[in-house]
């Protein structure tokens, strides 16, 4: 069974920075695609950052230049590295993983994904 768990959210100061990590088990992560998402109260889920197999990312674009996705298999984590932070990324953030082929890229959908972590807040203050 897929078990995902989020780590790393804070209450940080708008230019500050936060590495939030996803420890996982129940599956091969070799064989997975993996995502990050925040959802903010009132608003739908959102995409942030995606890595397929081979360790391609994608990112949403408000992101760009700021935040890193990165993965350690053999440590079973998922991470995102998150600088400059702004009010506007304040929100719980999740990470998901679906099972992909080695050719597939990792889409910024949530509905693609089965398997979700219960989150962790980030709060940024200006």
């Known amino acids: 069974q897929v078990h995902l768990v989020e780590s790393g959210g804070a209450s940080v100061q708008a230019g500050g920075s936060l590495r939030l990590s996803c420890v996982h088990s129940?599956?091969?992560?070799?064989?997975?695609?993996m995502a990050w998402f925040r959802q903010a109260p009132g608003n739908e889920r959102e995409g942030v950052a995606s890595v397929d197999r081979a360790g391609s990312a994608t990112y949403v674009g408000s992101v760009k230049g700021r935040f890193t996705i990165s993965k350690d298999n053999a440590k079973n984590t998922l991470y995102l590295q998150m600088n400059f932070l702004n009010s506007e990324d304040t929100a719980m953030y999740y990470c998901?993983?679906?099972?992909?082929?080695?050719?597939?890229?990792?889409?910024?959908?949530?509905?693609?994904?089965?398997?979700w972590g219960r989150g962790t807040q980030v709060t940024v203050s200006s």
């Open positions: 998901a993983v679906e099972s992909c082929d080695a050719l597939s890229s990792a889409p910024l959908r949530h509905d693609w994904y089965a398997d």
């Open positions: 129940g599956f091969t992560p070799s064989n997975y695609c």
